[in-house]
């Protein structure tokens, strides 16, 4: 998968470690508003654990295992979505994502979640994505109703995170299911 267009000026594109500065950048200027989510925003805090981060994704990807992609918007990056968790021969996969607040309300996420879900149940034949969300995060959550998932139950108390407990939705959608929504919806 390279650059796919999620509208006028917007693309989901690789993010790789030479764009270590600009995703630290872009991480230390949205940390607030990213790090009750995500617990790796406490990890990236300068150019060179970015570039630790992003390589990570970069040798799993050459591996055929999770990776990473950035959102931008007219060229800056204003987001980004992972294959959190990639299972070609599970069939499997997890999506995760996250966006600036002056990038929210644009269906960013909901394009690029779908180009990735296009992707991962067509060309690499997967039979299930998920997409795992704090109760609290009703945007999140939004998105993955607008993908049609289905929400499966809820993982208890399943990480740590700032000394607290958390807990996670477990949504789900299939390959048949994906098909027939693509078919009569596409990408809403």
């Not at 650059?3 to 230390?28: I, M, R």
């Not at 925003?41 to 040798?59: E, I, K, M, P």
């Not at 998105?143 to 049609?148: C, E, M, N, P, Q």
Request: charged share 20%.
């Amino acid at each position: 998968m390279l650059t796919t267009s999620l509208g006028p000026e917007a693309e989901l594109c690789p993010l790789e470690p030479w764009q270590a500065a600009e995703f630290f950048a872009y991480t230390d200027r949205a940390r607030a508003h990213l790090a009750p989510w995500l617990p790796w925003t406490g990890a990236v805090t300068d150019t060179a654990s970015a570039r630790r981060f992003l390589q990570r994704f970069a040798d799993s990807q050459a591996a055929d295992g999770p990776r990473i992609y950035g959102i931008r918007l007219s060229g800056e990056l204003v987001g980004g979505m992972i294959f959190r968790l990639f299972d070609a021969a599970q069939g499997s996969c997890e999506l995760g994502a996250w966006l600036a607040p002056e990038a929210q309300g644009r269906g960013l996420v909901t394009r690029a979640a779908a180009a990735m879900i296009d992707w991962a149940v067509g060309p690499r034949g997967l039979s299930r994505v998920e997409w795992l969300v704090s109760p609290a995060n009703g945007p999140s959550i939004a998105v993955a109703k607008r993908l049609g998932m289905t929400h499966e139950g809820t993982l208890r108390s399943v990480f740590e995170m700032d000394g607290k407990r958390h807990d996670l939705e477990l949504w789900a959608v299939l390959d048949e299911e994906w098909r027939q929504r693509a078919g009569s919806h596409p990408h809403e």
